[in-house]
Structure formats: structure tokens, C-alpha cells
């Protein structure tokens, strides 16, 4: 019986013996590729792919970063190596080099299974690169990589999986934000010109026209199931949404690793969203927003919020009407205040309360602690609320509210800007401060009536005056 303190050198042996069978197969796919190139018998296909062109006519710096104008497509030829390559598999399939490595590999850690697709992607990624290129450093430092994979596999060790997120609805410093909060390194930037690159087979329907994102966020994390990756974009988007009242949304995001195991791939996004409004960050925000960042992660489900709808709790509520009220497609601008008032409702309301009274004095006392003008806040949800009424029941606003809309805020789209960020910001406090929906509303509530009680709101809430400001 071995003693728990000690390792198990089995495992190590095994490992040892793969690696040490790998080299031998690796001697055997490089003399196949250059015989059959050298012989003729190996040829790339050439295939046809059609992209957006990246010069300076085609993509011009605008306000905000980069921006594409021109939607014309180029074709080029590339060549193609993946039949050549299967036909390399084939033949080492039935080699005794194939057969000693498929050996070896079950006699580590994996399963027969696992053995026999590890080692197919292993010599898949290995002959292809091969057949790319004739440099032998170029191949003996490919090799070096995959046999790193290899060993990490064996070892049964953890991957890092790497998300880049096109984003729209945002637009970042100008300087990148880089930081890491927990096991996720975070990178928030414009994009590039060489983001904007897009190339795709030839006979492949494109979208039109091909959206260009705003924002490219990198995030990077050890993950132990591939869901995480999903999960962790999932709630970056929620915090990026709380941050700036913005648009905030994915066009797309990648999944890579070196794992075999991965599935990877890119994600898209096909579903017809609005924008409403486009958070912009300045250079001084680069550092409020890695302390909001930091502190309100923590504080999020799983999945963020607006993917679980089984879970209904005022967060959830609230949040999913101040998405929908930034995001849904076609909606007029009462609608999207009438959510707006009803995420404040969800949050500052119980079922019993006299609604619009009570909704405006909490919401402004509340956002008095960060530094919104109370009485502003008062009015302007007023205001909303009346809309709110009169779309609800199938009125128009009438001609005396649109003039006080107007007198004071502008324009109804103006009014609903300052809506979600009112909504935003409570949000955010309801999230940082975990304090329950009742215990907000008895605080707030006595803090109207009682001096020491609003004193021991504002300050078990001025910690979080840095984080959560008004967007304007």
C-alpha cells in the first residue's frame, strides 16, 4: 500500500514512454511529408476566399476608433492542405509507429477512447504544419508546443482558455485597460486595424453588412469546463452593461486553447438588438473601472444576469427590463421607459405601496449618496412614470407631460438615458452591497424620518461612491 505522502511513480513512467514513442512517430510523419512532397504526390488545393478589405480607403479612423466604409469584398486563392493531410493519417494509421504510440497512451491516465482522439489530433496538427512549411525551426519549435499539450493532457493538468469578445455599444480609452482580477486576466481596448480582418471561404453567404465592433475584450482563464468560458463572457457583459448605460452586447467571441479536447470555435451573435446608447470611457476611467470590475464580479451568479429565467428575484427583474429597455429591436421610446420605471419598481417597491409617490422619494434618496441632485431624480421619475402609465394603458402622452419632457430633459430619449441610469446605479448598489430588496426599503424609508437613520445609510454606502457615479 502506497503512503499517501508519496507520489506514484507510475504515472510519470507512463508519461515518459508516451513522449518517448511521440518522437519516434513525429520522425515518421516528417519522412512521409517530404517524400510525398517531393514525389508530387502531396498537393495543397488551392481554395478561393473572399475578405473585407483593411487599407485606408476601405476603413477610416471616426470618432470613436475605427470605423468600415467600405463593404466591398476581394477574392484571394490560399492554399489548402487538409486533403494531403488525411492522406498522411491514413497511411500512418496502419503503421507499427501508430500503433506503439496508441499503446503507450493507453497505458497512461486516458481512456482507450481519449487515447485514440488525442493522438489523431495530435498527428493532425503535426502533419498539417508539416506540409505548410520545409523550415525546420519553424517545425521543431511547432513540435516542442504540441508535445507540451501532450504532456499537460497526460499529466492531467488544467487549460487555459482565452475568449477574445467583439463587442458593440462601448467604447474604450483610447489607452488599453489591462488588469487581473482572480484567475481572469482582462484586456478592454479599441480595435485594431488587423481586428477588422475577415476572411471566409468564398462560397459561404456572408452578413450584411458585416458589423464592426467598438471594443475587443480578452479574457483569459484556467478553466475546468469549457462552459466557464461561456459563463465568464457572459458576465462581463453584465458588468460592462452596469459600468456605462450603454448597448452593450456581443457580436461574437472566440473560445481557444491548446487543448486537444476543446472544442473551440467562434460564437455568433445573429439576433436583431438596438442601440440606444453607447457607453464611452474616457482615460481617466481606466481605473474605476478595474475597482468596479473587481468588486462587483464577485457578486454575480454564474452566468451574470438574463440567462437564468427560472431564477425570479428583483435583481434578475431588474436587470432583464434595463437590458431590454437598452437592447430590444423596434421598440418605441415609451416602451423602453415604461421598463426602465418598472426595473426601478422591481427594486424600490413592494406589492402594497403607493407606487409613484413612494418610487420617486426612495430612488432619489438613494441616488442623492451618489451625487445625483434628489430633487432632479424626483422629478424626472415622475416623469417617466407618467409615460409608463399612459403606454400601459394604451394612451398617449399628453401634450402638457411632452412639454414638461421637453422643457426639462429635451426629448423623450433624453428622458430614458437618464431613466436607466438612474436604473443602472441601482442596480449596481442592490448588487456591491448584497442587501435585500426589504431591508433596503425599510432603510431608505426610515432614513426620511429619522436623522442618525439616513446618516447610517450615507455612510454604510459611502465606500461605494467611487464605483458608482452618474454617467454624466
Not at 513522449?19 to 517524400?35: F, M, N, S, Y
Not at 486563392?77 to 503503421?95: A, C, G, H, I, N
Not at 487515447?115 to 520545409?134: M, N, P, Q
Not at 437590458?323 to 426602465?340: F, H, K, N, Q, Y
Request: aromatic residues 8%.
Amino acid at each position: 500500500m502506497t503512503n499517501q505522502n508519496e507520489t506514484d511513480p507510475r504515472p510519470d513512467s507512463a508519461t515518459q514512454n508516451a513522449l518517448a514513442a511521440l518522437e519516434i512517430l513525429i520522425q515518421k510523419i516528417a519522412l512521409t511529408v517530404d517524400e510525398g512532397k517531393r514525389e508530387g504526390v502531396l498537393r495543397p488545393t488551392e481554395e478561393l476566399y473572399s475578405r473585407y478589405p483593411v487599407d485606408e480607403q476601405s476603413i477610416k479612423e471616426g470618432e470613436f476608433g475605427l470605423e468600415r466604409v467600405n463593404y466591398a469584398t476581394e477574392e484571394i486563392t490560399k492554399d489548402f492542405w487538409l486533403t494531403p493531410t488525411r492522406t498522411v493519417l491514413w497511411r500512418l494509421q496502419e503503421s507499427p509507429e501508430w500503433m506503439a504510440n496508441l499503446t503507450m497512451l493507453e497505458q497512461t491516465r486516458l481512456s482507450a477512447e481519449e487515447a485514440k482522439r488525442l493522438l489523431e489530433s495530435l498527428a493532425h496538427c503535426i502533419t498539417y504544419k508539416f506540409l505548410e512549411t520545409d523550415d525546420d525551426a519553424q517545425r521543431r519549435d511547432y513540435v516542442a508546443r504540441q508535445t507540451e499539450v501532450l504532456r499537460k493532457h497526460l499529466d492531467n493538468e488544467l487549460f487555459r482558455h482565452t475568449s477574445q469578445v467583439r463587442l458593440v455599444g462601448l467604447v474604450p480609452p483610447s489607452s488599453p485597460i489591462e488588469f487581473k482580477c482572480a484567475d481572469v486576466d482582462v484586456l478592454l481596448r479599441r480595435p485594431e486595424r488587423a481586428d477588422l480582418v475577415e476572411e471566409q471561404f468564398a462560397f459561404i453567404d456572408r452578413e450584411w453588412p458585416p458589423s464592426t465592433p467598438t471594443a475587443i475584450l480578452t479574457l483569459s482563464k484556467t478553466v475546468e469546463r469549457e462552459n466557464e468560458v461561456q459563463q465568464l463572457v457572459w458576465r462581463a457583459i453584465t458588468v460592462l452593461r452596469l459600468f456605462r448605460a450603454g448597448s452593450v452586447r456581443e457580436l461574437s467571441y472566440t473560445d481557444e486553447s491548446d487543448s486537444f479536447f476543446a472544442l473551440g470555435g467562434t460564437l455568433k451573435s445573429h439576433r436583431h438588438y438596438a442601440r440606444v446608447a453607447t457607453a464611452v470611457l474616457g482615460e481617466e476611467d481606466g481605473a474605476a473601472f478595474e475597482n468596479f470590475w473587481t468588486r462587483i464580479m464577485p457578486q454575480l451568479p454564474n452566468e451574470g444576469y438574463g440567462h437564468n429565467r427560472e431564477r425570479v428575484v428583483s435583481t434578475d427583474i431588474s436587470y432583464n427590463r434595463y437590458s431590454d429597455a437598452l437592447l430590444s429591436w423596434g421598440m418605441p421610446v415609451e416602451r423602453r421607459i415604461s421598463d426602465a420605471v418598472i426595473g426601478l419598481e422591481s427594486l424600490f417597491l413592494s406589492e402594497m405601496d403607493e407606487l409613484s409617490y413612494r418610487l420617486r422619494l426612495r430612488v432619489a434618496k438613494l441616488l442623492g449618496i451618489f451625487g445625483f441632485v434628489s430633487g432632479s431624480v424626483k422629478d424626472t421619475v415622475g416623469l417617466a412614470y407618467e409615460v409608463r402609465s399612459c403606454f400601459l394603458h394604451g394612451s398617449h402622452v399628453s401634450r402638457k407631460v411632452l412639454t414638461k419632457i421637453e422643457r426639462q430633459h429635451g426629448s423623450l430619449d433624453k428622458l430614458l438615458l437618464n431613466v436607466l441610469d438612474y436604473l443602472r446605479c441601482s442596480i449596481a448598489t442592490v448588487l456591491l452591497t448584497a442587501i435585500h430588496k426589504a431591508e433596503l426599503i425599510n432603510r431608505i424609508d426610515a432614513s426620511f424620518l429619522d436623522e442618525d437613520s439616513w446618516r447610517e445609510l450615507n455612510e454604510s454606502l459611502r465606500e461605494y461612491t467611487a464605483l458608482i457615479k452618474p454617467s454624466s
